[in-house]
């Protein structure tokens, strides 16, 4: 079988580097479109790296013509405070900035053929205890709209005959970074806890799997739908947090209210606050076998010793 040629946005956030070697790992050929080409080859070596302004111009199409499929990441990070110009980036980085990837697909010959868009479990908003699939609605909050928008630029793809699958990521566990990695400093202090009582949800999937359901949507041609990339048994935060505990073998029993994240966070602080339980419904139709499917396996892989 033919190498790939694929195009990946967002190489040098948390999940890039991660994809990028899987993909070379198979031998595909990457290319990557970055701010900063010379760091991105500083970071993820045998790649070709193209400069791309995200929310200022159409994606070049020397990085996109002659490819057979993109992966997009880009993105500017949630895990901040939200004043006005952090929620205009998030939003723009997006929905403008993923507009202007299909745009620059829409002047490229010939175009690749799959674009695989990431997105986020924030898509359905704040839930109770029901579990929620891909079938489930959007949110109406900030998040969610943002989510709701991002993806409707991404399937704008599906015009120029692309197959798009918007990939609707969890808590990412990944002990280099993410949300396990601001976890890791207090709960190894024997300061974690519960986070707002600890009976929301969080919908989790180890570093792995995302990268996994990347790839078999990569290659199934029956992926071309969103999908919930979530491990397929979510758990409340209380419990999240003494799984964390037993993986690091410190006590996790310290609550931390709520009132302290909004202080510090704002109204970001919210995504901590509420949750979902978020289920892969079409992951596990299609067949995709989860590496890391028990959270307690899933902490001790996440924070092993590179």
């Known amino acids: 079988m033919a190498a790939l040629r694929v195009t990946v946005t967002g190489a040098t956030g948390l999940l890039g580097p991660r994809l990028v070697g899987a993909l070379r790992e198979r031998g595909e050929e990457v290319t990557v479109l970055t701010r900063d080409p010379a760091a991105a080859l500083a970071r993820l070596g045998d790649v070709r790296a193209i400069e791309w302004k995200l929310t200022g111009e159409p994606a070049p199409t020397e990085a996109l013509a002659g490819r057979d499929a993109v992966i997009h990441l880009a993105g500017e990070p949630v895990a901040q405070r939200w004043t006005t110009g952090a929620k205009r980036a998030i939003r723009e980085s997006r929905v403008i900035g993923t507009g202007n990837l299909v745009e620059g697909l829409r002047l490229s010959d010939p175009r690749p053929s799959i674009l695989i868009s990431s997105s986020a479990t924030g898509y359905y908003g704040p839930h109770g205890e029901e579990p929620i699939d891909e079938e489930a609605p959007a949110g109406r909050d900030f998040l969610a709209q943002v989510c709701v928008d991002w993806e409707a630029s991404a399937c704008r793809a599906q015009e120029l005959g692309m197959r798009v699958v918007p990939v609707r990521t969890g808590v990412v566990l990944d002990g280099a970074?993410?949300?396990?990695?601001?976890?890791?400093?207090?709960?190894?202090?024997?300061?974690?806890?519960?986070?707002?009582?600890?009976?929301?949800?969080?919908?989790?999937?180890?570093?792995?799997?995302?990268?996994?359901?990347?790839?078999?949507?990569?290659?199934?041609?029956?992926?071309?739908?969103?999908?919930?990339?979530?491990?397929?048994?979510?758990?409340?935060?209380?419990?999240?947090?003494?799984?964390?505990?037993?993986?690091?073998?410190?006590?996790?029993?310290?609550p931390v209210p709520g009132l302290v994240l909004r202080a510090r966070y704002g109204e970001m602080a919210q995504i901590i606050t509420t949750g979902a339980r978020v289920v892969p419904a079409r992951p596990l139709m299609l067949g995709y076998e989860f590496r890391h499917p028990h959270l307690d396996e899933a902490l001790r892989s996440a924070i092993a010793p590179a």
């Not at 300061?191 to 359901?213: E, F, K, N």
């Not at 990347?214 to 491990?231: C, F, K, P, R, V």
């Open 177 to 254: 970074g993410g949300a396990l990695g601001k976890m890791l400093p207090p709960f190894r202090l024997g300061v974690g806890g519960p986070v707002a009582g600890g009976r929301q949800y969080m919908s989790w999937i180890h570093t792995d799997d995302v990268i996994g359901l990347m790839l078999a949507a990569l290659d199934g041609e029956d992926w071309s739908a969103a999908i919930n990339a979530t491990a397929p048994e979510p758990v409340t935060n209380a419990d999240f947090s003494h799984a964390l505990g037993r993986a690091l073998d410190r006590p996790s029993r310290l």
